[in-house]
Every structure is written in structure tokens, then in C-alpha cells.
């Protein structure tokens, strides 16, 4: 496996444990009320209104604001870490023909080749 194939998938969970961390925590709104996770509904603690802040209303539709993003970020990440690893990057190494050198090496196990052992991560080496 490459460099990437390895971090992206780690970066990618990084992210979207983030994501969800932002949308269990509870929030303030406008510094006045105070509002329950948006995981968990976004109830207003008090629904006193304050000026023209109605809680009920405006808890739940900063909750749902809250949602939506978390879920966008989620989607775009796994996006982009999906077609980081459907681009398959390969090492210099091997662009260049020198897969002796080749530092990144999995098991044959996971390629379409039938040797066993280790592997070059090139698709040259097997045409079917």
C-alpha cells in the first residue's frame, strides 16, 4: 500500500468523528439561550422567549443547520478520500520502471496476481 492509501482512510474518519463530536455538543444561541445537542433534537433549555428570539423555533433550526453541515462535511470528505484511493498513486519508483526500488509493497494476497508474498503496488506487472 502507498502513503496515501494508508493516511487517507485515518484522515478521512479524523474528520468525520469531528463532525460528529461538533453536532453532540450542546450551543448557545445569540449568547442568550441555551440549546440542547443538535444530535439529540436541539431543545431550548428555557423556552423564554428573549427580544425576537423565539427557542423553539430558533434552537431547532440552528440544530437542523448544524445537521446539514456536519453531514456535507462528511460527504465531501469521504468523496474526496474515496477517489484519493481510486487513483491508485504510485511511487516514482515505479513510474520510472525501477520496481526493484519500490518502497511501497503489499501482500500479493490483495492483488490479482496469484504469487504469494510480497508485491510491487504496479498494475504492470500483471496484465490479464
Known amino acids: 500500500m502507498t502513503r496515501t492509501q494508508k493516511f487517507v482512510p485515518i484522515g478521512v474518519m479524523l474528520v468525520i468523528l469531528i463532525a460528529v463530536a461538533w453536532v453532540a455538543l ?62 491508485k498513486p504510485v511511487s516514482k519508483q515505479c513510474h520510472g520502471g525501477r520496481h526493484e526500488d519500490c518502497p511501497d509493497w503489499w501482500a500479493n494476497l490483495l492483488s490479482d496476481s496469484g504469487d504469494s508474498g510480497l508485491g510491487c503496488q504496479c498494475e504492470c506487472h500483471f496484465a490479464p
Open 26 to 87: 450542546p450551543f448557545d444561541f445569540t449568547s442568550k439561550v441555551s440549546c440542547d445537542a443538535p444530535l439529540f433534537g436541539g431543545q431550548p433549555k428555557d423556552p423564554t422567549p428573549v427580544g425576537l428570539v423565539i427557542p423553539e423555533k430558533d434552537c431547532a433550526s440552528k440544530a437542523k443547520s448544524r445537521l446539514l453541515t456536519a453531514a456535507l462535511i462528511c460527504l465531501a470528505v469521504a468523496a474526496a478520500g474515496t477517489a484519493a484511493i481510486w487513483f
